[in-house]
């Protein structure tokens, strides 16, 4: 059976026959991970203007106070979206990577609320929001769509609220490698054992609500227990769900795919997202997770 990728591929060729795999190929990929979308949609979202841009590491792609007025795909390199206190305090509360749609889900003109930053140097699709409104309003799949991104966004933002909030040091740099291995691995054709990983321990102490020093030593122990190998900005994983048990690791907030041969059950959600059984979190009877909130003061 054709896979869900090679029919894109497929469509790209009848529908753009000189574009090959267009700036917007990427994107449309992205979109039709979460939620179907039927082909002429697709040539329809292949059709919107855009334009291609490359920041180099540092460089701003979202700068706070700017009017919304594009929406953009990273097609390579890795950014983060980050807030700033009124003292200058920086709490990263998102990690891009290639494939992401960042800011898709501002549909309505605002002001940025937020900076978005190259980590490394990026190669990012921009799209106007009026345009790609415009698109959503008229073709139904294109909403849900929009609505499926958003929606795992926001799924995120809780497990990021969670491992900050209820996890230790060690436990929260565990499950942020494993997501990251994770969202990579969902886009390659390949099982992603080692990557790129082009923030210092400062940023990861941002993103992770640690210092540098405690970064430092958690990731020493994490090598140490030959969980990880760890050097020069890169990230080797001998055995995920090894490391995916130290970090309290559940991908299934992610309503990804995951590639066949990887897989040991299904469950339902945006995309109907595979999750392999070695990867999935349990949580012990009698626990306060288990018992809900109600009666859970102490």
């Known amino acids: 059976m054709e896979s869900a990728c090679d029919l894109s591929r497929r469509l790209r060729a009848v529908l753009m026959p000189d574009a090959g795999i267009g700036p917007l190929a990427r994107m449309v990929d992205e979109l039709a991970m979460h939620a179907p979308i039927p082909s002429e949609d697709r040539g329809l979202l292949l059709a919107l203007p855009c334009v291609s841009r490359v920041f180099e590491a540092g460089g701003c792609l979202v700068r706070e106070g700017d009017a919304h007025d594009h929406c953009g795909m990273l097609v390579s390199g890795m ?25 898709l889900p501002v549909m309505h003109p605002r002001r940025a609320d937020h900076d978005v930053r190259a980590l490394s140097r990026c190669e990012v699709v921009m799209v106007p929001l009026d345009a790609l409104r415009g698109l959503a309003a008229d073709r139904p799949s294109v909403g849900r769509a929009i609505l499926a991104v958003a929606s795992v966004e926001l799924s995120m933002a809780r497990e990021w609220m969670l491992n900050i909030g209820r996890r230790d040091a060690r436990t929260r740099i565990a499950h942020l490698l494993c997501e990251l291995a994770e969202r ?115």
């Open 79 to 103: 950014a983060c979206r980050y807030g700033t206190s009124g003292d200058g305090a920086r709490q990263i509360v998102a990690i891009h990577v290639p494939g992401d749609v960042f800011d």
């Open 184 to 298: 990579l691995d969902q886009r390659s054709a390949a099982p992603v054992w080692s990557y790129e990983l082009p923030m210092t321990q400062e940023q990861l102490g941002d993103a992770l609500g640690l210092t540098s020093v405690h970064v430092n030593r958690m990731l020493k122990g994490l090598v140490s227990d030959g969980l990880i190998d760890y050097g020069r900005r890169g990230i080797s994983i001998p055995d995920r769900e090894a490391l995916a048990r130290v970090g309290d690791f559940d991908g299934r907030y992610l309503y990804g795919r995951i590639r066949p041969d990887r897989l040991d059950g299904r469950m339902p959600g945006i995309g109907a997202g595979l999750v392999p059984a070695g990867m999935r979190r349990t949580v012990p009877e009698g626990t306060r997770s288990s018992r809900g909130l109600e009666g859970s003061a102490e």
